[in-house]
């Protein structure tokens, strides 16, 4: 039976005919929103999930939540700081040590249109933290993912890596002023580059990796816009068709889809939205795909020559 799934499925719909059991899993960003229903859902099909955000207080009560609502779920918590490298090598060393295989990673966790903060490395807090900080913790947990293969490794983009590619001529704004709008877009055309550069190296040892785009959603992703900043956001989007915003639930779904789909097997490298895989952008009036320059090989290896660079981490051989 093909199973067929679209914007309004749930995470729970797509996941309903999947058994996780014995599988362990690892969620960014499960102290709202997206990280939570993610992880209640992988729990909920039998998987040992580990529930990792900054905030030790609202991670607690978060998990305390999902036990409460499923007494049988398998969840653990990782505390890190992924605008803080030092923070995240701890984490996820610690995570390590705890889980000696594990079959997902899921980037979840991120920061839109903030105003300028740098991390210590330099970057904007937004590619410091949607990318540079994930690449460091999947860096430090590969041996364990490599050790739970087959695996697969999940980033979240969004429909706004439209607003800008990867800036390889001046990635840090040192060049231009900061446009947090811009910066928005490369990190996210960046969780994009990412997967397709994991997805093409790890491919051969049974990790395939995809970049997700949730949908518009209202979360706490949006806790730096004012009414004026939406308007913005909203002016730079393709105006073919009204946007709709989708619920949690169906939020969650592409991250869950993408996680688990049997439909997916032998797949990877690619951009998936509405629970399904993306197709290229050819017209700039198109409402839903990818940005070519978002599925740009050379410029994955850019982004990792310099992730490399930042960090001082390098992906497993």
Not at 128 to 145: D, E, F, K, S
Not at 156 to 179: I, N, Q, T, V, W
Not at 291 to 296: E, K, R
């Amino acid at each position: 039976m093909t199973r067929r799934f679209d914007m309004d499925s749930t995470a729970e719909e797509v996941a309903r005919d999947i058994d996780l059991s014995g599988k362990t899993a690892v969620v960014t960003g499960v102290s709202a929103g997206l990280g939570i229903e993610t992880a209640r859902v992988l729990a909920s099909r039998g998987a040992k999930v580990v529930c990792v955000a900054r905030d030790k207080e609202k991670t607690e009560k978060a998990v305390a939540g999902l036990r409460a609502a499923n007494p049988k779920g398998d969840f653990e918590i990782g505390l890190l700081d992924l605008s803080d490298l030092q923070s995240v090598r701890r984490g996820a060393d610690d995570i390590a040590k705890r889980f000696p295989k594990i079959h997902l990673l899921i980037n979840n966790a991120g920061v839109m249109a903030c105003p300028l903060v740098r991390t210590k490395e330099g970057l904007d807090l937004q590619l410091g933290t949607n990318h540079l900080g994930h690449y460091v913790l999947t860096a430090r947990l590969l041996p364990r993912i490599l050790a739970g293969s087959p695996a697969r490794i999940i980033n979240l983009s969004s429909g706004g890596h439209r607003m800008s590619p990867f800036r390889a001529e001046d990635p840090l704004f040192e060049k231009e002023p900061y446009d947090k709008w811009a910066a928005y877009g490369q990190a996210k055309t960046a969780n994009v580059l990412f997967s397709l550069f994991l997805d093409d190296r790890y491919k051969s040892r049974g990790i395939r990796s995809f970049g997700v785009h949730p949908g518009a959603i209202h979360t706490e992703l949006g806790r730096h816009l004012s009414p004026d900043d939406f308007k913005a956001m909203m002016g730079k989007r393709p105006q073919a068709e009204p946007m709709k915003f989708k619920q949690v639930p169906q939020g969650a779904a592409t991250s869950v889809w993408a996680a688990t789909a049997p439909e997916l097997e032998g797949k990877g490298g690619v951009y998936c939205e509405d629970c399904g895989i993306a197709e290229p952008i050819k017209s700039p009036s198109a409402s839903i795909g990818v940005m070519p320059w978002a599925l740009d090989r050379e410029a994955a290896k850019q982004l990792i020559a310099l992730s490399e660079k930042w960090s001082g981490e390098t992906l497993p051989a």
